[in-house]
């Protein structure tokens, strides 16, 4: 199994090449500091002169369409709602495409060492490094950020993953998400793991469930970078981790009340068996 498109993904080849991962991962920097101060005031921040990416190691490249998989909780979803996501949705949509978006139901699982449960997870696909740093480097979205972290406290896992499973085509409305039913989804941990083999072990999943019937893997993704906030002291500031997320998994399924028998698929056992945490929620809620 590879990357969308059927080829080698530019992780893949990149670890494949290199003798280890230590070397400086690769940036994307998105200068804006030639214009005014006051469109590029983060409040409580002070003033960016660059929004960007960062790889998360030298073995991970950040070239290409990159899905920013945001999984939280809301202390305060009026103000989030309201003064956050009413801006920033429809000034994501200019750069990207939503291929999941709901609010949890249940957790069934959580592995011995688990990872933190949230409340909503949001999968968006964006064609590029570049469109990314593009759109969280605009005005818009630098005057409302201090709403969202009020409003989330913290409690907030956020990482830009390589779309394997999901995202073969780019051309498709950003709306509505690709995801509309019932679904469950995994997010793991796996540090160190190969990206060549977690790629294969995704296309294995992926088939297994085409054979089953009971539902497909409409989302798969790891871990390859996170976003930045450059000051004018030369400070890059990460908004919010990943919380120990590797990789994320979004399973569509026929019937909610599939979901337990889902993970006793033996593809999907084993994939779980191999991970160093995980937790798996179901979702019957979809922010539309």
């Not at 893949?12 to 940036?27: N, R």
Request: proline share 5%; aromatic share 8%; net charge negative.
């Amino acid at each position: 199994m590879t990357a969308c498109g059927g080829n080698e993904s530019p992780d893949a080849a990149l670890q494949a090449a290199s003798e280890d991962c230590t070397a400086a991962p690769t940036v994307y920097r998105h200068a804006i500091d030639d214009r005014p101060v006051a469109t590029r005031t983060m409040p409580g921040h002070g003033v960016v002169v660059a929004t960007g990416v960062i790889a998360r190691d030298g073995c991970s490249s950040i070239d290409g369409p990159l899905a920013a998989v945001n999984w939280w909780t809301t202390n305060n979803k009026p103000l989030l709602e309201e003064k956050y996501d009413s801006v920033v949705g429809p000034l994501a949509l200019r750069h990207a495409r939503i291929i999941f978006a709901g609010d949890s139901r249940e957790v069934i699982r959580a592995a011995e060492a688990p990872l933190l449960d949230h409340e909503t997870l949001a999968v968006v696909l964006y064609h590029s490094a570049e469109s990314f740093s593009e759109m969280i480097g605009t005005q818009t979205h630098m005057s409302v950020v201090q709403f969202k972290e009020q409003a989330v406290a913290d409690a907030y896992s956020f990482g830009l993953q390589r779309c394997v499973v999901g995202c073969d085509d780019l051309n498709l409305l950003p709306f509505p998400p690709n995801v509309t039913g019932p679904a469950l989804a995994v997010h793991y941990s796996l540090p160190g793991a190969d990206a060549a083999d977690v790629d294969r072990a995704f296309g294995v999943v992926r088939d297994a469930l085409a054979a089953d019937g009971r539902g497909t893997l409409a989302f798969a993704g790891r871990h390859i970078g996170t976003s930045f906030h450059e000051f004018e002291d030369g400070a890059r500031t990460r908004p919010f981790e990943t919380e120990g997320v590797d990789g994320t998994l979004v399973f569509e399924l026929n019937d909610l009340g599939d979901a337990r028998q889902i993970l006793q698929i033996p593809e999907v056992t084993e994939f779980l068996d191999n991970t160093a945490a995980d937790l798996a929620v179901t979702f019957d809620e979809f922010e539309l």
